[in-house]
């Protein structure tokens, strides 16, 4: 009998990259799990700000894929929403190399909600992860469009943030507002969390409290050797202005994709036995494995390889030989 092929995972990530560097450190973890074939990143959809920002982080987010060996993902600005904060929202970072990383992922998708559309009608039941990094109207529209279309195709949903102490009257987990994802997006969390608990969609929450627990640094940034890749330069430049913890977080809920990977690194992905919804919730457990597993993981990614040519040179005893 043939041995049945094992399906790869498909992610989608929405993602507010380039407002800090925690979304840029992300990618480089993603890159990493589809490097070891343990994803297929299908999609990159980026919220936060006018469409004019989201389309910029749309083509940052291309471009730093394509600086990581992946140039063919595609990336979409997600559609509008109501803004709450202009200036915080808008916030978008620009030093010596956002223009190098920009230029290499020019051509975007224009809108997240009809990407969404026609991807779903491709891929395979239950074979899709979904990563929420940043706020997810789009995500939330789609479900809403389709009605259930997104359980027969969807098999996880990683968010980052966390939830009230006390449940509804229903047991179920209702999404803290304050956490950042969540504010700008309340009546997104709220639709996404009571749709999940009612129609059993599975999820995993990575509180904050994970990353705080990591205590990471970033002086392994340091111990690379010289990269010329403008990824690590421009985490070089954001490493000593961001706050290590806020960095780290959306790492972990990038690792947290492959369940077996984050446990084996250090973490756990726990369910409270009380609650009948599939929800689990990720912690750090052992922050040193981790923290050197991440470290291993930019050394991999980041630093400039020595390519031997050793092994294209003919012996002189074959020489001889022939």
Same mark, same amino acid.
């Given at each position: 009998?043939?041995?049945?092929? /094992? +399906? #790869?995972?498909? !992610?989608? @990530?929405?993602?507010?990259?380039?407002?800090?560097? &925690?979304?840029?450190?992300?990618?480089?973890?993603?890159?990493?799990?589809?490097?070891?074939?343990?994803?297929?990143?299908?999609?990159?959809?980026?919220?936060?700000?006018?469409?004019?920002?989201?389309?910029?982080?749309?083509?940052?987010?291309?471009?730093?894929?394509?600086?990581?060996?992946?140039?063919?993902?595609?990336?979409?600005?997600?559609?509008?929403?109501?803004?709450?904060?202009?200036?915080?929202?808008?916030?978008?970072?620009?030093?010596?190399?956002?223009?190098?990383?920009?230029?290499?992922?020019?051509?975007?998708?224009?809108?997240?909600?009809?990407?969404?559309?026609?991807?779903?009608?491709?891929?395979?039941?239950?074979?899709?992860?979904?990563?929420?990094?940043?706020?997810?109207?789009?995500?939330?529209?789609?479900?809403?469009?389709?009605?259930?279309?997104?359980? /027969? +195709? #969807?098999?996880? !949903?990683? @968010?980052?943030?966390?939830?009230?102490?006390?449940? &509804?009257?229903?047991?179920?987990?209702?999404?803290?507002?304050?956490?950042?994802?969540?504010?700008?997006?309340?009546?997104?969390?709220?639709?996404?969390?009571?749709?999940?608990?009612?129609?059993?969609?599975?999820?995993?929450?990575?509180?904050?409290?994970?990353?705080?627990?990591?205590?990471?640094?970033?002086?392994?940034?340091?111990?690379?050797?010289?990269?010329?890749?403008?990824?690590?330069?421009?985490?070089?430049?954001?490493?000593?202005?961001?706050?290590?913890?806020?960095?780290?977080?959306?790492?972990?809920?990038?690792?947290?994709?492959?369940?077996?990977?984050?446990?084996?690194?250090?973490?756990?992905?726990?369910?409270?036995?009380?609650?009948?919804?599939?929800?689990?919730?990720?912690?750090?457990?052992?922050?040193?494995?981790?923290?050197?597993?991440?470290?291993?993981?930019? +050394?991999?990614?980041?630093?400039?390889?020595?390519?031997?040519?050793?092994?294209?040179?003919?012996?002189?005893?074959?020489?001889?030989?022939?």
């Amino acid at each position: 009998m043939p041995k049945k092929e /094992k +399906k #790869i995972p498909e !992610v989608l @990530v929405w993602t507010d990259i380039n407002n800090y560097s &925690d979304d840029l450190a992300s990618l480089v973890i993603l890159a990493y799990l589809a490097d070891l074939k343990l994803i297929n990143i299908r999609g990159i959809i980026t919220q936060l700000g006018t469409y004019e920002v989201r389309r910029r982080r749309a083509i940052f987010a291309k471009g730093a894929m394509a600086h990581l060996g992946y140039p063919f993902v595609r990336a979409v600005p997600g559609g509008d929403y109501d803004i709450q904060n202009e200036e915080l929202e808008n916030h978008y970072i620009e030093n010596d190399f956002t223009g190098i990383i920009e230029n290499a992922g020019v051509t975007v998708h224009r809108s997240g909600t009809i990407f969404l559309q026609e991807y779903m009608k491709t891929v395979k039941d239950k074979n899709v992860y979904i990563l929420l990094n940043a706020p997810f109207d789009d995500f939330v529209k789609y479900i809403k469009a389709t009605h259930d279309t997104v359980l /027969k +195709k #969807i098999k996880k !949903v990683v @968010v980052m943030g966390s939830v009230l102490q006390n449940k &509804d009257e229903h047991g179920y987990y209702l999404p803290n507002l304050e956490c950042y994802n969540f504010k700008y997006c309340q009546d997104a969390a709220k639709y996404l969390f009571d749709y999940a608990q009612n129609k059993g969609l599975r999820m995993t929450i990575v509180p904050a409290l994970c990353a705080e627990h990591l205590e990471m640094d970033y002086g392994c940034l340091d111990n690379i050797s010289k990269s010329r890749n403008p990824v690590y330069q421009e985490l070089m430049l954001l490493k000593d202005a961001e706050n290590p913890t806020t960095m780290a977080y959306d790492m972990l809920s990038t690792l947290c994709l492959i369940d077996g990977l984050f446990k084996a690194c250090g973490g756990s992905i726990q369910k409270d036995d009380n609650c009948s919804a599939n929800i689990s919730f990720a912690d750090v457990e052992n922050a040193q494995l981790m923290r050197d597993k991440f470290c291993e993981i930019f +050394k991999e990614k980041l630093e400039t390889k020595t390519i031997s040519m050793d092994h294209l040179k003919r012996s002189k005893g074959k020489e001889n030989n022939e």
